[in-house]
């Protein structure tokens, strides 16, 4: 069975910057596309950024420019490089598994497996 952990997360000054990572265990990785999400406190959980398993990517209007998603598929990793944090970046950031291939996934409903989620706190 496939999961999804988390890391990277942590507390960070205004424009500072985070690394998070997902480790993917089992043998379909390589052919999902995978997005990164993230819920602050009273709010919905809300889209950061997708990635094919092609490497093509899409960002929400307010991380692009600040955030880069990619992936190792050879380590069944994805990545989410979080530059020039804001304290609205706040929240329990996940990763996502999708449940079809395909470019812009951006509905929750599109992804089938989850991670716990990893804690980024943007404050001064």
């Known amino acids: 069975q496939v999961q999804l952990v988390e890391s990277g997360g942590g507390l960070v000054q205004p424009g500072g910057s985070l690394r998070l990572s997902c480790a993917a265990s089992?043998?379909?990785?390589?052919?999902?596309?995978m997005g990164w999400y993230r819920q602050a406190p009273g709010k919905q959980r809300e889209l950061v950024s997708t990635i094919t398993s092609g490497g093509r990517t899409n960002y929400a209007d307010s991380v692009k420019g600040r955030f880069t998603i990619s992936r190792d598929n050879a380590k069944s990793t994805v990545y989410l490089q979080m530059n020039s944090l804001q304290p609205d970046d706040t929240g329990l950031y996940y990763c996502?598994?999708?449940?079809?291939?395909?470019?812009?996934?951006?509905?929750?409903?599109?992804?089938?497996?989850w991670g716990q989620g990893t804690q980024v706190t943007v404050s001064s």
């Open positions: 089992g043998s379909i990785f390589e052919d999902s596309a």
């Open positions: 996502a598994k999708a449940a079809e291939e395909g470019w812009g996934l951006s509905q929750i409903y599109e992804y089938d497996l």
